[in-house]
């Protein structure tokens, strides 16, 4: 069990989460949605100490981390439970799609080159780059290069999967192959806390949907309960602006 308790945190005075607190179970994918600014990824960012949250406690099973007084320890702890899937891939540009994997194992984790490069190339052959695993990330395509960022992540065994909008940089023909890799780590398992703005993947991999507006937790729910079956007001009317849109 997950729990995240009280997070806050404000830039400049101006609260971006306000006093978040959720459960999320072994095996269970939880996918946030609201608004620009509503502080989805500074959600998933403050858990994994990329920004600095002002308050707030996170356990992981026995292990638990007050915000307020993180120690060094602490942080490496936190990050060897935590991986995260970014945006903008953030691979090593000098290094190829099998190295890029391996780096955490060997500093974060402290195996051998050879342990790290099997389980490197598992995780590829798993997100099927195994053809691509000796090219650099300037010979690979933005789907492929999401892909080997997803690899690296499930690579170090996290007990939670934080994933920020990781479709939203790729071109719309790629963003299927990245999806299928994500939803076949779920099936596997794997727990998740997952940023997206695409309404039908969210259907189609989230166990529980949280609404976010102004840095709360408005509403939650499955997927049909909050997409199709809103209750409060502000959910109604982000829904209907988003199927007036899109669908």
């Not at 509503?38 to 099973?61: C, F, M, P, V």
């Not at 903008?88 to 540009?93: A, H, R, V």
């Not at 402290?110 to 090219?135: C, P």
């Amino acid at each position: 069990m997950i729990t995240i308790s009280h997070l806050t945190k404000s830039f400049s005075g101006q609260k971006v989460l306000d006093d978040i607190s959720f459960e999320v179970k072994k095996g269970e994918v939880i996918a946030l949605v609201g608004s620009s600014g509503a502080g989805k990824s500074t959600l998933l960012r403050a858990l994994n100490y990329l920004e600095t949250a002002d308050s707030g406690q996170l356990s992981i099973d026995d292990f638990t981390v007050d915000f307020q007084t993180i120690s060094k320890e602490d942080i490496l702890t936190l990050r060897r439970k935590l991986s995260m899937v970014f945006q903008q891939f953030n691979l090593f540009g000098r290094r190829t799609a099998l190295d890029n994997v391996k780096e955490g194992l060997k500093v974060v984790k402290k195996l051998s080159d050879e342990e790290a490069t099997a389980i490197a190339k598992e995780e590829l052959a798993k997100v099927g780059l195994t053809d691509r695993q000796n090219h650099y990330p300037r010979h690979l395509s933005g789907g492929q290069k999401q892909r080997v960022g997803l690899a690296r992540a499930l690579a170090m065994k996290p007990d939670v999967l934080l994933l920020d909008e990781p479709t939203s940089a790729l071109d719309p023909e790629l963003v299927g192959e990245v999806e299928r890799s994500i939803a076949n780590a779920a099936e596997s398992g794997q727990t998740m806390i997952l940023v997206s703005h695409d309404m039908a993947f969210i259907q189609q991999v989230a166990d529980r949907v949280l609404f976010l507006d102004k840095g709360n937790i408005i509403e939650q729910g499955t997927p049909d309960e909050l997409i199709n079956h809103p209750k409060e007001e502000r959910t109604k009317a982000f829904f209907s602006n988003y199927k007036r849109n899109f669908v």
